[in-house]
C-alpha cells in the first residue's frame, strides 16, 4: 500500500490562525490545570506567580477524506490546545460518558469587571 503525503501547512499553530482552524468531532482525552512560577536561576528560589494555563490534550483533525461516503477517513494529529493566563473556567459536565466530541470553539473578546477590555473569552460546545 503506498503512502499519502499529508502536506501539513505548519507545525505550531497559534490564536492568530484561530480563524483557519476547525474543531468539529474534535476529540479531547484530558484536561489538566498548570500554574505557572517563575523560577530565579541564580539563587534557586521560587517567586513570582505569572499565571494559569488551562491544557486539553485532543486529537486534532487535519484533513478529512469523505470520497467514499460509507467510509469516512480522517487525518488526526495528537496535540495540545493550551490557553494562557486563564482567569474564570467553568465547566458544566452533564450525562455520565467520558467520551466526548467538539462541536466548535467560539471567541469573543474578553472583558473585566468594570467594563474594561481583556483578553479573550473561549466557549467549547459540545
Given amino acids: 500500500m503506498g503512502r499519502t503525503k499529508l502536506g501539513v501547512e505548519k507545525w505550531i499553530w497559534t490564536d492568530a490562525d484561530f480563524e483557519k482552524m476547525g474543531w468539529h468531532d474534535v476529540r479531547p482525552h484530558g484536561i ?16 513570582h506567580f505569572s499565571g494559569v494555563e488551562l491544557l486539553l490534550d485532543i486529537d486534532y483533525i487535519l484533513k478529512w477524506n469523505t470520497s467514499d461516503p460509507k467510509l469516512w477517513k480522517l487525518w488526526v ?3 495540545t490546545l493550551v490557553f494562557e493566563n486563564v482567569a474564570d473556567f467553568q465547566m458544566k459536565w452533564v450525562g455520565v460518558m467520558l467520551d466526548w466530541e467538539m462541536d466548535d470553539i467560539g471567541r469573543e473578546p ?10 479573550n473569552n473561549f466557549f467549547l460546545a459540545t
Fill in 110 to 119: 474578553g472583558r473585566y469587571p468594570g467594563g474594561a477590555g481583556g483578553g
Fill in 32 to 47: 489538566a490545570r498548570y500554574e505557572k512560577v517563575d523560577r530565579d536561576e541564580e539563587t534557586g528560589s521560587e517567586g
Fill in 77 to 79: 494529529a495528537p496535540s
